[in-house]
């Protein structure tokens, strides 16, 4: 059968994504019912089934090119209970035909009817690294095309799906997912993140069992609560019974990550028959997307990869494609100013005089950029009042933003501006001129958290609006960089304006006009940088992060919570996209007490930032500022951008911890290292380096603290790798750090 989709359509959300060496990815029909596709160190493979459908053949290791994979047979129905249809692991599932997993796919027809049974139509290459493939209801006019993209050095495969109604009447998407993931029986555990406010990324690790373990969103955006990554681990130890770990540095890892900043769901599924499925999209709760007819609905992208170097390979491998295909500027995005952020010393009050004063103080650190943070607009002087009236605060800037900027720009740095453009209060002028503009269901209750509401990104008026007067600000002041804030979840999430049965499409439409308004502004404004924050970590993921540089990790800053907030955050995303600021001691949240340096030390395991009240800083602070400053400036993009190793967690109440990266070049290691408490006189474990050449010799660097007994100045790395060094950390809240450089 001939299709007349526009297959162009499956593209549109992944356009960023460049190949580097297409060479290495290979897109095989093998035969004209088995699709292969190698990358990396690993190979998927697909086939249609004698029934048609298309199957999951293999996920794993890379196999060799002369390896020929089975056809597909779907699996035999498991007595009268399971049928073959719900039991064969499907690529992508309608819900139809006896389905008892979870469906890729469910739909109500016009008529009533709710049976979808996906068929292969054809399979179209797409260039060298993609893969399209045509499915279609085995009766009705509706087609799913299947949008495959292997990245050649990392193995990572991107999928989407795109929805088509050719039907002659409306049909209803109760259930869109991005694409299907599934693993043959055997011991897995899952690891996945989750937290709250100022609790962010906590990394959760369980054996899978039968049933369903579901993490989501359904607030409308992606969420403190659970973050779209997930990681299978493959119980290596031969065990049948008894305890499932997960491995940091060993065993098979299958992983992925939703590029999707509204509701989502991932499920992962052990089946009656011991499969393990991944299912993941547009979260199905309150979901019921109306697609006209000759309308079609473009998924998210789902990536799923594969290593065989535990979950530490995995993240080093999801780091390596972030950079490299996502970020903006991609290949090769640059390691982020080191930025000073006025919010914990001043909060609200904020004006000419003393953003000057804290930004000579700044400059004086060695900082790259000078960021204002809340309150520099309209009638805001706490967080009641003002969201919604982008125009300078007449009071606190008698001139405009321009004295402090170029101010700024005098000491050397650029500037950069808080704004949180998707929300008003309702004690805005905003507001009380456009009271529809807000999500909410007509006659009912609009829930305030933070004293505000949700702007219906939705509806046209309000996204020309809010690019408006973004283009506005960005074109009347020389701001390098925007702070995009996102304070609250959505309530009563209606939108009157169009017709109840077209409603729900909120879910999609919001998302979509925030992506465009990100991508039209930074188009308009190519030397702008855009940080993601939520209330901190609230909407990290890999849909956003196709348009923003960084992202706020946790509004807590404490530096020993820190520990285990950026250790959790590191396995789904690169430390080169974590802003980690320096504030004061003792800190708000827990009123611990910490030196500069383990503050310092703290932060710069991620992209530094420095945010305490430098007014009370002493001329000590400062030099040791200045100091640790310039060692990051000068150690960063390894930092950033290297191969991470987490050689001691922070989790479970670990007395230490520290962490490695090593250049991908192997030149350069940096090693930082913390005590929570050190107890019965027990010192630093012995540190074992990881990723250096063995043959290489390498030079020590003392950053902070010192090594016990006798340790060489230089070493092979084999030396550093396996004779190891023992810290001299000893006490409280105590760290070190140090670096390795190659000498030949
Ligand atoms: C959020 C952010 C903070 C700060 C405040 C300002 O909570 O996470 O860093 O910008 O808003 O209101």
């Given at each position: 059968m001939k299709s007349h989709l526009d297959l162009r359509a499956c593209f549109v959300g992944f356009t960023t994504l460049v190949f580097a060496c297409l060479s290495a990815t290979t897109i095989a029909a093998q035969t004209s019912q088995v699709f292969r596709l190698d990358g990396g160190k690993s190979t998927y493979a697909f086939g249609v089934n004698e029934r048609g459908e298309l199957q999951t053949l293999y996920w794993g290791g890379r196999l060799l090119t002369q390896d020929k994979i089975p056809r597909a047979l779907s699996l035999k129905e498991w007595a009268s209970f399971d049928s073959s249809y719900s039991n064969t692991p499907q690529e992508y599932s309608g819900w139809g035909a006896g389905l008892f997993t979870e469906p890729a796919l469910k739909v109500t027809f016009a008529d009533g009817n709710r049976d979808l049974v996906l068929h292969f139509v054809n399979a179209t290459p797409n260039g060298a690294q993609s893969l399209e493939i045509l499915l279609k209801d085995i009766s009705r006019e509706v087609y799913v095309t299947l949008c495959y993209s292997m990245d050649s050095e990392t193995g990572i495969l991107a999928r989407s799906a795109?929805?088509?109604?050719?039907?002659?009447?409306?049909?209803?998407?109760?259930?869109?997912?991005?694409?299907?993931?599934a693993l043959p029986p055997s011991r897995y555990s899952l690891s996945y993140l989750t937290g709250r406010w100022a609790g962010e990324w906590t990394l959760n690790q369980e054996?899978?069992?039968?049933?369903?373990?579901?993490?989501?969103?359904?607030?409308?955006?992606?969420?403190?609560?659970?973050?779209?990554?997930?990681?299978?681990?493959?119980?290596?130890?031969?065990?049948?019974?008894?305890?499932?770990?997960?491995?940091?540095?060993?065993?098979?890892?299958?992983?992925?990550?939703?590029?999707?900043?509204?509701?989502?769901?991932?499920?992962?599924?052990?089946t009656q028959l011991d499969w393990v499925r991944v299912t993941g999209g547009f979260n199905p709760f309150d979901f019921g997307y109306k697609l006209n007819s000759g309308e079609h609905l473009e998924t998210p992208v789902f990536y799923g990869g594969y290593s065989n170097h535990g979950l530490g390979g995995a993240s080093r491998l999801l780091h390596r494609f972030e950079l490299a295909h996502v970020l903006p500027h991609a290949p090769d995005p640059k390691p982020r100013p080191v930025l000073y952020n006025s919010w914990e010393a001043t909060e609200f009050n904020v004006d000419e005089a003393g953003q000057m004063a804290l930004a000579e103080k700044a400059a004086s650190i060695g900082v790259d950029r000078f960021v204002m943070d809340d309150g520099w607009f309209g009638q805001r002087k706490n967080d009641h009042a003002g969201l919604g009236d982008w125009y300078v605060n007449p009071r606190k800037f008698p001139h405009g933003l321009k004295p402090l900027i170029d101010k700024v720009h005098a000491l050397g740095m650029d500037f950069g501006l808080w704004v949180e453009p998707e929300m008003v209060n309702p004690d805005s002028d905003l507001y009380r001129k456009h009271p529809d503009w807000v999500l909410n269901f007509p006659g009912r209750p609009r829930s305030e958290q933070r004293n505000q509401l949700v702007l219906n990104l939705a509806r046209s008026d309000v996204r020309d609006y809010v690019e408006g007067f973004l283009d506005k600000l960005l074109t009347e002041n020389d701001i390098a960089f925007l702070k995009w804030d996102y304070n609250r979840n959505w309530s009563e999430p209606g939108w009157d304006q169009v017709p109840p049965d077209e409603q729900r499409r909120v879910y999609v439409e919001y998302i979509r006009n925030l992506y465009t308004i990100l991508a039209d502004l930074r188009k308009k404004h190519p030397k702008i940088e855009i940080e993601s924050?939520?209330?901190?970590?609230?909407?990290?993921?890999?849909?956003?992060?196709?348009?923003?540089?960084?992202?706020?990790?946790?509004?807590?800053?404490?530096?020993?919570?820190?520990?285990?907030?950026?250790?959790?955050?590191t396995y789904a995303y690169t430390p080169q996209i974590m802003m980690a600021w320096v504030t004061d001691s003792p800190h708000w949240l827990n009123g611990r007490t910490t030196s500069l340096t383990y503050r310092m030390l703290s932060s710069m395991q991620g992209s530094l930032g420095i945010g305490a009240n430098l007014n009370h800083w002493t001329a000590e602070d400062f030099a040791t500022a200045k100091g640790l400053t310039a060692a990051y400036h000068a150690m960063q993009p390894t930092i950033v951008r290297g191969n991470l190793y987490r050689l001691i967690s922070p989790r479970n109440n670990s007395p230490f911890s520290s962490t490695e990266t090593v250049s991908r070049d192997e030149n350069q290691a940096v090693v930082f290292a913390f005590t929570h408490s050190t107890q019965e006189g027990r010192g630093f474990p012995l540190l074992q380096l990881q990723g250096l050449n063995p043959d290489a010799e390498y030079k020590l660097t003392w950053i902070a603290g010192k090594a016990e007994g006798e340790t060489p100045n230089t070493a092979s790395g084999a030396w550093w790798m396996n004779h190891g060094l023992q810290l001299d950390l000893r006490g409280d809240f105590q760290a070190a750090a140090f670096r390795l450089d190659r000498q030949r």
């Open positions: 795109s929805i088509e109604n050719r039907e002659k009447q409306a049909i209803l998407l109760e259930q869109v997912a991005a694409a299907q993931w054996p899978i069992h039968p049933g369903a373990r579901v993490i989501e969103s359904r607030r409308g955006s992606t969420g403190h609560q659970a973050n779209p990554w997930f990681a299978i681990s493959r119980d290596s130890s031969q065990k049948v019974v008894g305890p499932i770990t997960a491995d940091e540095e060993h065993g098979e890892v299958w992983f992925g990550a939703l590029a999707w900043s509204g509701s989502w769901r991932i499920s992962v599924e052990q924050c939520s209330g901190g970590g609230g909407r990290v993921d890999l849909g956003i992060l196709r348009f923003a540089d960084e992202v706020w990790t946790s509004d807590n800053t404490d530096p020993f919570d820190r520990l285990t907030i950026q250790d959790g955050f």
